[in-house]
Protein backbone atom coordinates (compact mmCIF):
# COMPACT_ATOMS: atom_id res chain seq x y z
CA UNK A 1 0.00 0.00 0.00
CA UNK A 2 1.47 3.11 -0.69
CA UNK A 3 0.92 6.50 1.59
CA UNK A 4 -0.25 9.28 0.73
CA UNK A 5 3.14 11.48 0.85
CA UNK A 6 4.32 9.08 -1.44
CA UNK A 7 1.68 9.02 -3.57
CA UNK A 8 1.25 13.24 -4.12
CA UNK A 9 5.23 12.94 -4.43
CA UNK A 10 5.00 10.05 -7.25
CA UNK A 11 2.19 12.48 -8.89
CA UNK A 12 4.68 15.09 -9.37
CA UNK A 13 7.40 13.13 -10.52
CA UNK A 14 4.75 11.66 -12.53
CA UNK A 15 3.91 14.34 -14.50
CA UNK A 16 7.19 16.14 -14.64
CA UNK A 17 7.01 16.84 -18.11
CA UNK A 18 4.48 19.55 -17.54
CA UNK A 19 6.04 21.25 -15.11
CA UNK A 20 7.12 24.50 -15.98
CA UNK A 21 10.42 24.74 -15.53
CA UNK A 22 12.60 28.10 -14.56
CA UNK A 23 14.06 28.86 -17.56
CA UNK A 24 10.24 28.67 -19.02
CA UNK A 25 8.88 29.86 -16.23
CA UNK A 26 10.55 33.58 -16.60
CA UNK A 27 10.30 33.42 -20.35
CA UNK A 28 6.35 33.73 -20.02
CA UNK A 29 6.65 35.51 -16.01
CA UNK A 30 5.48 39.26 -16.51
CA UNK A 31 7.04 41.05 -13.49
CA UNK A 32 6.34 44.43 -12.34
CA UNK A 33 7.25 46.60 -9.44
CA UNK A 34 4.86 44.91 -7.07
CA UNK A 35 5.55 41.28 -6.62
CA UNK A 36 2.04 41.06 -4.16
CA UNK A 37 0.05 39.09 -7.05
CA UNK A 38 1.26 35.77 -7.81
CA UNK A 39 -0.17 33.35 -10.21
CA UNK A 40 1.14 30.03 -11.68
CA UNK A 41 -1.35 27.57 -14.25
CA UNK A 42 -0.47 24.63 -15.60
CA UNK A 43 -2.58 22.84 -18.70
CA UNK A 44 -2.74 19.61 -19.52
CA UNK A 45 -5.28 16.31 -18.67
CA UNK A 46 -4.13 15.15 -14.96
CA UNK A 47 -5.38 17.82 -13.25
CA UNK A 48 -4.41 16.42 -9.85
CA UNK A 49 -0.94 16.11 -10.78
CA UNK A 50 -1.15 19.62 -12.71
CA UNK A 51 -3.03 21.50 -9.29
CA UNK A 52 0.25 19.76 -6.88
CA UNK A 53 2.51 21.56 -9.84
CA UNK A 54 0.46 25.36 -10.28
CA UNK A 55 0.57 25.29 -6.12
CA UNK A 56 4.43 24.21 -5.99
CA UNK A 57 4.71 26.88 -8.83
CA UNK A 58 3.29 29.41 -5.93
CA UNK A 59 5.90 28.43 -3.14
CA UNK A 60 4.13 24.79 -2.91
CA UNK A 61 1.43 24.43 0.10
CA UNK A 62 3.85 24.40 2.99
CA UNK A 63 3.86 28.70 2.01
CA UNK A 64 0.28 28.73 2.91
CA UNK A 65 -0.18 26.09 5.88
CA UNK A 66 1.80 25.28 8.46
CA UNK A 67 1.85 22.17 10.62
CA UNK A 68 -0.83 23.08 13.17
CA UNK A 69 -2.93 25.23 11.27
CA UNK A 70 -6.96 24.65 10.69
CA UNK A 71 -7.72 25.25 6.94
CA UNK A 72 -11.29 25.98 5.36
CA UNK A 73 -11.72 24.91 1.99
CA UNK A 74 -14.64 26.28 -0.20
CA UNK A 75 -15.07 24.06 -3.05
CA UNK A 76 -18.20 24.99 -5.67
CA UNK A 77 -19.73 21.50 -5.71
CA UNK A 78 -23.32 21.71 -6.02
CA UNK A 79 -23.76 21.13 -8.99
CA UNK A 80 -24.20 18.15 -11.07
CA UNK A 81 -24.09 18.72 -14.75
CA UNK A 82 -20.31 18.79 -16.42
CA UNK A 83 -18.68 21.88 -16.32
CA UNK A 84 -20.71 22.92 -13.11
CA UNK A 85 -18.67 22.19 -10.70
CA UNK A 86 -14.71 21.79 -9.30
CA UNK A 87 -13.33 18.95 -10.80
CA UNK A 88 -12.84 16.70 -7.40
CA UNK A 89 -9.17 15.65 -8.82
CA UNK A 90 -8.71 18.95 -7.98
CA UNK A 91 -9.89 19.39 -5.26
CA UNK A 92 -8.10 16.23 -3.77
CA UNK A 93 -5.58 17.36 -4.33
CA UNK A 94 -5.24 20.26 -2.36
CA UNK A 95 -6.81 18.55 0.66
CA UNK A 96 -3.56 15.92 0.19
CA UNK A 97 -1.30 18.99 0.10
CA UNK A 98 -2.89 20.51 3.16
CA UNK A 99 -2.70 17.11 5.10
CA UNK A 100 0.88 16.67 4.10
CA UNK A 101 1.81 20.22 5.15
CA UNK A 102 0.82 19.34 8.45
CA UNK A 103 -2.50 20.64 8.80
CA UNK A 104 -4.27 19.52 12.43
CA UNK A 105 -7.97 20.01 11.24
CA UNK A 106 -9.50 20.66 7.56
CA UNK A 107 -12.93 22.01 7.24
CA UNK A 108 -14.85 22.00 4.14
CA UNK A 109 -17.16 25.27 4.46
CA UNK A 110 -20.12 24.29 2.06
CA UNK A 111 -21.23 20.60 2.68
CA UNK A 112 -20.10 18.53 0.11
CA UNK A 113 -22.29 15.27 -0.76
CA UNK A 114 -20.98 11.10 -1.00
CA UNK A 115 -21.74 11.89 -4.55
CA UNK A 116 -18.94 14.81 -5.16
CA UNK A 117 -16.05 12.82 -4.12
CA UNK A 118 -17.11 9.28 -6.06
CA UNK A 119 -16.72 11.56 -9.33
CA UNK A 120 -12.61 11.02 -8.80
CA UNK A 121 -10.84 7.95 -9.30
CA UNK A 122 -7.90 9.78 -6.50
CA UNK A 123 -11.11 8.48 -4.03
CA UNK A 124 -9.90 5.46 -2.92
CA UNK A 125 -6.17 6.45 -2.16
CA UNK A 126 -7.13 9.16 -0.64
CA UNK A 127 -10.59 8.13 1.12
CA UNK A 128 -8.96 7.89 4.85
CA UNK A 129 -8.16 12.13 4.33
CA UNK A 130 -11.63 12.92 2.62
CA UNK A 131 -13.03 10.93 5.77
CA UNK A 132 -11.45 12.94 8.21
CA UNK A 133 -12.72 15.98 6.55
CA UNK A 134 -14.62 18.44 9.16
CA UNK A 135 -18.15 20.70 8.39
CA UNK A 136 -19.76 22.86 10.82
CA UNK A 137 -23.15 25.01 9.84
CA UNK A 138 -22.05 28.05 12.74
CA UNK A 139 -22.12 30.70 11.21
CA UNK A 140 -21.02 34.48 12.83
CA UNK A 141 -22.23 37.64 11.81
CA UNK A 142 -19.36 40.09 10.22
CA UNK A 143 -19.35 43.62 10.12
CA UNK A 144 -18.45 44.71 7.01
CA UNK A 145 -17.17 48.60 7.53
CA UNK A 146 -15.65 49.32 3.87
CA UNK A 147 -18.70 48.02 2.24
CA UNK A 148 -20.77 49.88 -0.08
CA UNK A 149 -23.82 47.82 -0.66
CA UNK A 150 -23.29 45.08 1.82
CA UNK A 151 -22.41 46.36 5.37
CA UNK A 152 -23.27 43.13 7.50
CA UNK A 153 -23.14 39.28 6.65
CA UNK A 154 -23.48 36.31 8.17
CA UNK A 155 -20.86 33.66 7.40
CA UNK A 156 -19.42 30.41 7.96
CA UNK A 157 -17.40 30.93 11.08
CA UNK A 158 -15.06 27.91 9.83
CA UNK A 159 -14.13 30.31 7.23
CA UNK A 160 -13.66 33.34 9.25
CA UNK A 161 -11.64 31.40 12.19
CA UNK A 162 -9.35 29.49 10.07
CA UNK A 163 -5.90 30.10 10.01
CA UNK A 164 -5.41 29.49 6.44
CA UNK A 165 -8.62 29.96 4.06
CA UNK A 166 -8.32 28.06 0.40
CA UNK A 167 -11.34 29.21 -1.98
CA UNK A 168 -11.63 26.36 -4.99
CA UNK A 169 -13.86 27.43 -7.68
CA UNK A 170 -14.62 26.67 -11.61
CA UNK A 171 -14.50 29.30 -14.07
CA UNK A 172 -17.79 29.17 -15.60
CA UNK A 173 -21.03 31.38 -17.44
CA UNK A 174 -23.02 32.91 -15.21
CA UNK A 175 -26.55 34.40 -16.02
CA UNK A 176 -26.30 37.45 -13.60
CA UNK A 177 -22.87 38.35 -13.03
CA UNK A 178 -21.54 36.83 -16.52
CA UNK A 179 -19.55 34.82 -15.13
CA UNK A 180 -18.55 32.72 -11.65
CA UNK A 181 -15.51 31.91 -10.40
CA UNK A 182 -13.66 33.04 -7.04
CA UNK A 183 -15.08 35.65 -5.94
CA UNK A 184 -18.40 34.68 -6.30
CA UNK A 185 -17.84 31.50 -4.55
CA UNK A 186 -17.54 33.80 -1.47
CA UNK A 187 -21.32 33.34 -1.58
CA UNK A 188 -21.28 29.40 -0.80
CA UNK A 189 -19.72 30.55 2.38
CA UNK A 190 -22.56 33.30 3.13
CA UNK A 191 -26.27 32.18 4.91
CA UNK A 192 -28.90 31.68 2.90
CA UNK A 193 -30.61 35.50 4.10
CA UNK A 194 -26.98 37.27 3.43
CA UNK A 195 -27.17 35.42 0.00
CA UNK A 196 -30.46 37.03 -0.36
CA UNK A 197 -28.89 40.10 0.44
CA UNK A 198 -26.24 40.05 -1.91
CA UNK A 199 -28.90 39.67 -4.60
CA UNK A 200 -31.56 42.74 -3.55
CA UNK A 201 -29.64 44.82 -0.51
CA UNK A 202 -32.34 46.21 2.06
CA UNK A 203 -35.23 46.03 -0.42
CA UNK A 204 -39.00 43.91 1.33
CA UNK A 205 -38.57 40.07 0.84
CA UNK A 206 -42.13 40.20 -1.25
CA UNK A 207 -41.13 42.61 -3.63
CA UNK A 208 -37.98 40.91 -3.95
CA UNK A 209 -39.43 37.57 -5.14
CA UNK A 210 -40.88 38.94 -7.94
CA UNK A 211 -38.31 41.37 -9.37
CA UNK A 212 -36.10 38.27 -9.65
CA UNK A 213 -32.44 37.62 -8.39
CA UNK A 214 -30.88 39.53 -11.30
CA UNK A 215 -32.98 42.25 -11.29
CA UNK A 216 -30.37 44.23 -10.12
CA UNK A 217 -26.88 42.95 -11.64
CA UNK A 218 -25.42 46.53 -9.86
CA UNK A 219 -26.30 45.55 -6.68
CA UNK A 220 -25.21 42.32 -6.53
CA UNK A 221 -21.58 42.81 -8.75
CA UNK A 222 -20.92 44.97 -5.42
CA UNK A 223 -22.30 43.18 -3.01
CA UNK A 224 -19.96 40.38 -4.23
CA UNK A 225 -17.26 43.21 -4.03
CA UNK A 226 -18.06 43.52 -0.25
CA UNK A 227 -18.60 40.55 0.46
CA UNK A 228 -14.57 39.37 -0.11
CA UNK A 229 -14.08 42.55 1.52
CA UNK A 230 -14.83 39.72 4.97
CA UNK A 231 -12.15 37.76 4.30
CA UNK A 232 -9.97 37.13 1.04
CA UNK A 233 -8.48 33.66 0.24
CA UNK A 234 -4.86 33.03 1.38
CA UNK A 235 -5.13 30.74 -1.63
CA UNK A 236 -7.21 30.17 -4.71
CA UNK A 237 -7.00 26.85 -7.05
CA UNK A 238 -9.21 27.59 -9.65
CA UNK A 239 -10.35 25.12 -12.03
CA UNK A 240 -10.43 25.74 -15.68
CA UNK A 241 -10.51 22.35 -17.14
CA UNK A 242 -13.75 21.35 -18.50
CA UNK A 243 -15.99 24.61 -18.28
CA UNK A 244 -19.68 25.57 -18.77
CA UNK A 245 -19.72 28.61 -21.39
CA UNK A 246 -23.37 28.57 -21.61
CA UNK A 247 -26.47 28.02 -20.11
CA UNK A 248 -24.82 29.30 -16.41
CA UNK A 249 -24.39 28.42 -13.77
CA UNK A 250 -26.75 25.07 -13.90
CA UNK A 251 -25.99 23.85 -17.37
CA UNK A 252 -26.50 21.92 -19.41
CA UNK A 253 -24.43 23.78 -21.97
CA UNK A 254 -21.62 24.49 -24.17
CA UNK A 255 -18.75 23.02 -23.00
CA UNK A 256 -15.02 24.34 -23.34
CA UNK A 257 -11.59 22.42 -22.14
CA UNK A 258 -8.57 24.88 -21.67
CA UNK A 259 -7.47 21.89 -19.45
CA UNK A 260 -5.81 24.48 -17.08
CA UNK A 261 -5.37 24.47 -13.44
CA UNK A 262 -4.60 28.27 -11.75
CA UNK A 263 -3.30 29.18 -8.00
CA UNK A 264 -2.71 32.36 -7.38
CA UNK A 265 -2.83 34.37 -3.97
CA UNK A 266 -5.20 36.99 -4.57
CA UNK A 267 -9.00 36.13 -5.86
CA UNK A 268 -9.09 39.31 -7.92
CA UNK A 269 -6.49 38.12 -10.02
CA UNK A 270 -7.21 34.91 -10.11
CA UNK A 271 -11.10 36.08 -11.87
CA UNK A 272 -9.38 38.43 -14.22
CA UNK A 273 -6.92 35.74 -15.71
CA UNK A 274 -9.62 32.98 -16.08
CA UNK A 275 -12.60 34.96 -17.76
CA UNK A 276 -10.27 34.77 -20.62
CA UNK A 277 -11.86 31.41 -21.20
CA UNK A 278 -15.15 32.38 -21.66
CA UNK A 279 -14.12 35.02 -24.19
CA UNK A 280 -14.91 37.84 -21.53
CA UNK A 281 -12.87 40.72 -20.90
CA UNK A 282 -12.40 41.67 -17.14
CA UNK A 283 -12.38 45.08 -17.90
CA UNK A 284 -16.20 44.41 -18.77
CA UNK A 285 -17.26 43.01 -15.81
CA UNK A 286 -18.98 44.68 -13.04
CA UNK A 287 -17.56 42.19 -10.02
CA UNK A 288 -14.12 42.68 -10.75
CA UNK A 289 -14.12 46.49 -11.21
CA UNK A 290 -15.98 46.68 -7.62
CA UNK A 291 -13.29 44.72 -5.91
CA UNK A 292 -10.32 47.08 -8.24
CA UNK A 293 -12.59 49.74 -6.61
CA UNK A 294 -11.60 48.58 -2.82
CA UNK A 295 -8.13 47.69 -4.00
CA UNK A 296 -7.83 44.23 -2.66
CA UNK A 297 -6.91 43.15 -6.28
CA UNK A 298 -4.52 44.31 -9.17
CA UNK A 299 -5.25 47.11 -11.65
CA UNK A 300 -4.07 45.07 -14.67
CA UNK A 301 -2.52 41.96 -15.25
CA UNK A 302 0.63 43.61 -15.73
CA UNK A 303 0.36 43.68 -11.36
CA UNK A 304 0.76 39.98 -11.63
CA UNK A 305 3.35 37.81 -11.46
CA UNK A 306 2.40 34.94 -14.22
CA UNK A 307 3.73 31.32 -13.95
CA UNK A 308 2.09 29.89 -17.00
CA UNK A 309 3.20 26.96 -19.55
CA UNK B 1 -41.20 39.60 -13.45
CA UNK B 2 -41.13 36.32 -12.12
CA UNK B 3 -44.21 33.80 -12.16
CA UNK B 4 -44.71 30.87 -9.86
CA UNK B 5 -47.78 28.16 -10.64
CA UNK B 6 -49.83 26.78 -7.91
CA UNK B 7 -49.08 23.22 -7.65
CA UNK B 8 -51.69 20.65 -6.81
CA UNK B 9 -51.46 18.98 -3.84
CA UNK B 10 -49.62 15.40 -4.14
CA UNK B 11 -49.28 15.41 -7.49
CA UNK B 12 -45.32 14.86 -8.20
CA UNK B 13 -43.14 13.83 -11.52
CA UNK B 14 -42.06 11.15 -10.17
CA UNK B 15 -43.92 8.68 -12.39
CA UNK B 16 -42.11 10.20 -15.20
CA UNK B 17 -39.16 8.54 -14.54
CA UNK B 18 -38.22 5.45 -17.10
CA UNK B 19 -39.12 2.52 -15.51
CA UNK B 20 -36.08 0.09 -15.02
CA UNK B 21 -36.46 -2.25 -17.47
CA UNK B 22 -36.02 -0.02 -20.42
CA UNK B 23 -32.74 1.42 -18.33
CA UNK B 24 -30.31 -2.01 -18.94
CA UNK B 25 -27.77 -1.91 -16.58
CA UNK B 26 -28.16 1.72 -15.84
CA UNK B 27 -29.21 2.65 -11.91
CA UNK B 28 -30.88 5.02 -10.00
CA UNK B 29 -28.47 6.76 -7.40
CA UNK B 30 -29.98 7.34 -3.97
CA UNK B 31 -33.68 8.54 -4.70
CA UNK B 32 -35.42 11.20 -7.41
CA UNK B 33 -34.55 14.69 -5.87
CA UNK B 34 -38.00 17.00 -6.52
CA UNK B 35 -38.60 20.63 -6.29
CA UNK B 36 -41.18 23.27 -5.78
CA UNK B 37 -41.96 26.37 -6.36
CA UNK B 38 -38.74 28.61 -4.56
CA UNK B 39 -37.14 25.23 -3.71
CA UNK B 40 -35.62 25.25 -7.13
CA UNK B 41 -33.41 28.14 -5.44
CA UNK B 42 -31.90 24.66 -3.45
CA UNK B 43 -31.43 22.85 -6.29
CA UNK B 44 -29.83 25.67 -8.70
CA UNK B 45 -29.45 28.78 -7.32
CA UNK B 46 -28.16 31.08 -9.77
CA UNK B 47 -30.04 29.23 -12.78
CA UNK B 48 -33.78 28.96 -11.13
CA UNK B 49 -34.65 32.69 -12.19
CA UNK B 50 -34.79 31.66 -15.85
CA UNK B 51 -37.49 29.16 -15.00
CA UNK B 52 -38.93 31.53 -12.64
CA UNK B 53 -39.29 34.20 -15.06
CA UNK B 54 -41.11 32.16 -17.44
CA UNK B 55 -43.45 30.44 -14.92
CA UNK B 56 -41.86 27.15 -13.17
CA UNK B 57 -43.95 24.88 -11.49
CA UNK B 58 -41.99 21.65 -9.98
CA UNK B 59 -38.48 20.12 -10.85
CA UNK B 60 -37.30 16.31 -10.81
CA UNK B 61 -33.79 15.47 -10.32
CA UNK B 62 -32.14 11.92 -10.75
CA UNK B 63 -29.23 10.61 -11.14
CA UNK B 64 -27.99 7.41 -12.78
CA UNK B 65 -24.87 5.36 -12.56
CA UNK B 66 -23.75 2.83 -15.77
CA UNK B 67 -21.64 0.01 -14.97
CA UNK B 68 -18.21 2.32 -15.40
CA UNK B 69 -19.06 4.68 -13.08
CA UNK B 70 -20.52 6.82 -16.07
CA UNK B 71 -23.50 9.21 -15.01
CA UNK B 72 -26.05 10.60 -16.33
CA UNK B 73 -28.28 13.54 -15.20
CA UNK B 74 -32.15 13.75 -15.50
CA UNK B 75 -33.82 16.61 -15.21
CA UNK B 76 -37.36 17.25 -15.50
CA UNK B 77 -39.18 20.81 -15.00
CA UNK B 78 -43.00 21.28 -14.93
CA UNK B 79 -43.81 24.86 -16.34
CA UNK B 80 -46.65 26.65 -15.73
CA UNK B 81 -47.79 26.61 -19.28
CA UNK B 82 -46.74 25.27 -22.87
CA UNK B 83 -45.27 28.63 -23.77
CA UNK B 84 -43.21 28.26 -20.44
CA UNK B 85 -41.61 25.49 -21.45
CA UNK B 86 -41.06 26.30 -25.17
CA UNK B 87 -39.48 29.85 -24.25
CA UNK B 88 -37.09 27.91 -21.59
CA UNK B 89 -36.41 25.23 -24.20
CA UNK B 90 -35.47 28.22 -26.86
CA UNK B 91 -33.14 30.14 -24.69
CA UNK B 92 -31.35 27.13 -23.89
CA UNK B 93 -30.91 24.66 -26.68
CA UNK B 94 -27.39 26.81 -27.97
CA UNK B 95 -26.70 27.53 -31.73
CA UNK B 96 -24.39 24.34 -32.25
CA UNK B 97 -27.77 22.13 -31.65
CA UNK B 98 -28.55 19.27 -33.90
CA UNK B 99 -32.37 18.93 -34.14
CA UNK B 100 -34.14 15.70 -32.87
CA UNK B 101 -37.40 14.16 -33.18
CA UNK B 102 -38.30 13.90 -30.01
CA UNK B 103 -41.24 16.23 -28.23
CA UNK B 104 -42.10 19.22 -29.76
CA UNK B 105 -38.71 20.35 -29.65
CA UNK B 106 -35.24 18.83 -29.42
CA UNK B 107 -31.82 19.40 -29.57
CA UNK B 108 -28.96 16.86 -29.07
CA UNK B 109 -25.58 18.19 -28.42
CA UNK B 110 -22.16 16.17 -27.80
CA UNK B 111 -23.47 15.17 -23.84
CA UNK B 112 -26.80 16.20 -23.25
CA UNK B 113 -30.27 16.49 -25.30
CA UNK B 114 -33.03 18.97 -24.10
CA UNK B 115 -36.45 19.07 -25.14
CA UNK B 116 -40.26 20.31 -24.73
CA UNK B 117 -43.06 18.50 -24.61
CA UNK B 118 -46.67 20.41 -23.70
CA UNK B 119 -45.96 21.97 -19.84
CA UNK B 120 -42.52 20.42 -19.73
CA UNK B 121 -38.89 21.06 -20.27
CA UNK B 122 -36.19 18.11 -19.94
CA UNK B 123 -32.71 18.07 -19.86
CA UNK B 124 -30.93 14.87 -19.98
CA UNK B 125 -26.92 15.26 -19.59
CA UNK B 126 -24.02 12.82 -19.37
CA UNK B 127 -20.63 12.69 -17.75
CA UNK B 128 -19.13 12.14 -21.09
CA UNK B 129 -19.55 11.73 -24.66
CA UNK B 130 -18.89 8.28 -25.37
CA UNK B 131 -21.36 6.59 -27.50
CA UNK B 132 -22.39 4.74 -24.93
CA UNK B 133 -23.68 7.42 -22.59
CA UNK B 134 -24.79 9.42 -25.78
CA UNK B 135 -27.03 6.17 -26.84
CA UNK B 136 -28.94 5.98 -23.21
CA UNK B 137 -29.03 9.43 -23.34
CA UNK B 138 -31.51 9.23 -25.84
CA UNK B 139 -32.92 6.10 -24.67
CA UNK B 140 -34.47 7.87 -21.61
CA UNK B 141 -35.17 10.86 -23.36
CA UNK B 142 -37.76 9.15 -25.59
CA UNK B 143 -38.71 7.09 -22.52
CA UNK B 144 -39.84 10.11 -20.74
CA UNK B 145 -41.14 11.65 -24.36
CA UNK B 146 -43.32 8.71 -24.59
CA UNK B 147 -45.14 9.86 -21.15
CA UNK B 148 -45.90 13.06 -21.52
CA UNK B 149 -48.72 14.87 -23.37
CA UNK B 150 -48.34 17.25 -25.77
CA UNK B 151 -49.59 20.75 -26.81
CA UNK B 152 -51.19 22.14 -30.01
CA UNK B 153 -49.56 25.97 -30.26
CA UNK B 154 -46.47 27.54 -30.36
CA UNK B 155 -46.81 30.87 -28.47
CA UNK B 156 -48.95 32.81 -30.77
CA UNK B 157 -46.20 35.58 -30.98
CA UNK B 158 -43.99 33.21 -32.99
CA UNK B 159 -45.76 34.01 -36.14
CA UNK B 160 -44.91 37.16 -36.37
CA UNK B 161 -41.21 35.80 -37.39
CA UNK B 162 -41.00 35.17 -41.01
CA UNK B 163 -39.58 31.65 -41.54
CA UNK B 164 -37.76 32.16 -44.61
CA UNK B 165 -33.88 31.53 -43.85
CA UNK B 166 -35.24 31.85 -39.48
CA UNK B 167 -31.62 30.40 -38.35
CA UNK B 168 -33.16 29.86 -35.00
CA UNK B 169 -35.50 31.81 -32.51
CA UNK B 170 -36.59 32.33 -29.14
CA UNK B 171 -39.32 32.93 -27.07
CA UNK B 172 -39.54 35.61 -24.09
CA UNK B 173 -40.99 36.41 -21.03
CA UNK B 174 -38.35 39.05 -19.35
CA UNK B 175 -35.37 40.46 -19.32
CA UNK B 176 -33.55 37.11 -18.54
CA UNK B 177 -34.75 35.40 -21.68
CA UNK B 178 -34.06 39.29 -23.53
CA UNK B 179 -30.49 38.82 -22.56
CA UNK B 180 -30.39 35.67 -23.91
CA UNK B 181 -30.58 37.29 -27.46
CA UNK B 182 -26.90 38.11 -27.63
CA UNK B 183 -27.03 41.10 -30.02
CA UNK B 184 -29.48 42.78 -27.46
CA UNK B 185 -28.01 44.62 -24.90
CA UNK B 186 -30.66 48.09 -25.01
CA UNK B 187 -31.10 49.05 -20.99
CA UNK B 188 -34.55 50.52 -20.11
CA UNK B 189 -36.53 47.60 -22.10
CA UNK B 190 -38.41 46.75 -19.42
CA UNK B 191 -42.48 45.51 -18.34
CA UNK B 192 -43.14 43.47 -21.79
CA UNK B 193 -45.61 40.61 -21.54
CA UNK B 194 -43.72 38.64 -23.59
CA UNK B 195 -41.34 38.41 -26.76
CA UNK B 196 -39.59 36.88 -29.75
CA UNK B 197 -36.12 37.04 -31.20
CA UNK B 198 -35.56 35.75 -34.73
CA UNK B 199 -32.26 35.23 -36.09
CA UNK B 200 -31.35 35.38 -40.15
CA UNK B 201 -28.54 35.32 -42.05
CA UNK B 202 -27.97 39.06 -41.67
CA UNK B 203 -29.89 40.79 -39.01
CA UNK B 204 -31.74 39.82 -36.30
CA UNK B 205 -35.27 40.76 -35.18
CA UNK B 206 -36.72 40.86 -32.01
CA UNK B 207 -40.21 41.37 -31.41
CA UNK B 208 -41.61 42.76 -27.84
CA UNK B 209 -45.26 43.00 -26.57
CA UNK B 210 -46.55 45.51 -24.02
CA UNK B 211 -50.37 45.25 -22.55
CA UNK B 212 -50.82 48.22 -24.38
CA UNK B 213 -49.56 50.71 -26.90
CA UNK B 214 -49.56 53.47 -24.57
CA UNK B 215 -47.66 51.47 -22.36
CA UNK B 216 -44.93 50.45 -25.42
CA UNK B 217 -44.30 54.18 -26.24
CA UNK B 218 -43.51 54.76 -22.73
CA UNK B 219 -40.83 52.44 -22.91
CA UNK B 220 -39.74 53.28 -26.06
CA UNK B 221 -39.39 56.91 -25.59
CA UNK B 222 -37.38 55.90 -22.11
CA UNK B 223 -35.16 53.76 -23.96
CA UNK B 224 -34.57 57.20 -26.47
CA UNK B 225 -33.46 58.54 -23.81
CA UNK B 226 -31.36 55.97 -22.36
CA UNK B 227 -29.55 55.34 -25.49
CA UNK B 228 -28.98 58.60 -26.28
CA UNK B 229 -26.95 58.97 -22.55
CA UNK B 230 -25.60 55.20 -22.65
CA UNK B 231 -21.96 55.63 -23.74
CA UNK B 232 -22.12 52.23 -25.53
CA UNK B 233 -23.93 53.53 -28.25
CA UNK B 234 -23.33 56.07 -30.43
CA UNK B 235 -24.64 58.23 -33.40
CA UNK B 236 -28.61 57.88 -31.58
CA UNK B 237 -31.39 59.47 -33.75
CA UNK B 238 -34.96 59.45 -34.81
CA UNK B 239 -35.86 59.64 -37.78
CA UNK B 240 -39.79 58.89 -39.42
CA UNK B 241 -40.46 57.16 -36.12
CA UNK B 242 -37.29 54.69 -35.92
CA UNK B 243 -34.89 54.76 -33.71
CA UNK B 244 -31.19 54.21 -34.35
CA UNK B 245 -27.95 54.19 -32.90
CA UNK B 246 -24.51 52.25 -33.60
CA UNK B 247 -23.54 49.93 -30.72
CA UNK B 248 -19.86 48.91 -29.28
CA UNK B 249 -19.13 46.44 -31.90
CA UNK B 250 -20.00 48.41 -34.79
CA UNK B 251 -23.68 46.75 -35.61
CA UNK B 252 -27.00 49.33 -36.42
CA UNK B 253 -29.38 48.80 -34.22
CA UNK B 254 -32.73 50.15 -34.75
CA UNK B 255 -35.89 50.55 -32.94
CA UNK B 256 -39.90 51.46 -33.72
CA UNK B 257 -42.67 51.06 -31.69
CA UNK B 258 -46.18 49.84 -33.71
CA UNK B 259 -49.00 49.62 -31.27
CA UNK B 260 -48.48 47.14 -27.84
CA UNK B 261 -45.07 46.23 -30.06
CA UNK B 262 -41.44 47.79 -29.98
CA UNK B 263 -39.47 45.80 -32.76
CA UNK B 264 -36.04 46.16 -32.48
CA UNK B 265 -33.28 45.07 -35.51
CA UNK B 266 -29.40 44.46 -35.54
CA UNK B 267 -27.67 44.56 -38.81
CA UNK B 268 -24.19 45.12 -39.65
CA UNK B 269 -25.13 47.62 -41.92
CA UNK B 270 -27.71 50.43 -41.41
CA UNK B 271 -29.60 49.50 -44.52
CA UNK B 272 -30.51 45.98 -43.51
CA UNK B 273 -31.19 47.27 -40.16
CA UNK B 274 -33.76 49.58 -40.93
CA UNK B 275 -35.53 47.75 -43.85
CA UNK B 276 -35.67 45.00 -41.41
CA UNK B 277 -37.30 46.72 -38.78
CA UNK B 278 -39.43 48.88 -40.91
CA UNK B 279 -40.83 45.69 -42.56
CA UNK B 280 -41.39 43.99 -39.19
CA UNK B 281 -43.66 47.17 -37.89
CA UNK B 282 -45.36 46.77 -40.66
CA UNK B 283 -46.27 43.18 -39.97
CA UNK B 284 -47.60 44.18 -36.94
CA UNK B 285 -49.99 46.41 -38.27
CA UNK B 286 -51.34 44.00 -41.34
Same mark, same amino acid.
Given at each position: ??? *???FV???VV @????????????????R????????? %?????D?Y??N??? @?V???G?????VR???????????T???????T?????L %?V????V???? /??????H?TS /?R?WQ???F???L *??E?? &??????E?????? #?RGKSLKT????K?????????????????? &???????M???????S?????RI?FGDS? &?????F??Y??????L??S? %????? @?????L??V??TVI??????S?? &??L *???R????AT??VA??????R??G???E??L?I /?? %?Q???Y?????? #??????? | M???A????????L?L?? !? +????G?W??TD???T?QG !??????????A????E??? !????AA???????E???L?????????A???V??V?????AI??????G? +??? =?? $???????N? $?????? +??S????????EV???????T??G?E???????L?S??N?L?WE????????? +?V??I???G???F????A?????H????LR?????E??R???D???T?K =???RF?? =??????T????E???????L?Q =??????L???S?DS?????????AR?I??
Open positions: MID *RRKKSC @AGAGVIVGPSLSRAFTTSDSTKFEL %ASVVGRFETLK @ANELGMQKFKGNTVGMLINNMDNAGTFNPDIS %ALAMCDAGA /RQIFMIP /RYRSALEK *RSVE &GLQYSDTIDVKI #DATISCLMTCDVFINIPIIKDHK &GTKYTCTKNMMGGCGSSCQHP &GLLNMKGYSNVELSQI %ADVNL @ARQPDCVDALATNGPGP &GE *RTPEVIANCADMYATHLLNWDLV /RY %AQHGGPRSLK #DVQIKAE | MHWVQEQGVTLHLP !R +SEVLEALSARY !RDLYLFIDGGDLFMYGF !RQALEYHGHRNVINEIYEMADPGACGYSRCGDDPMDIGQA +SGH =SY $YIMFWKGY $YVSVSG +SDTPEVRKWLIARAIDRLASHLPSIHRLNELKYIRGSLGLS +SDVDVRLEGSEGVGTYKDTIVYWSGSKAACFDVGRL =SDARN =STVRNGLTAVARGRVICR =SESYIVAVAGVARASCEEASRE
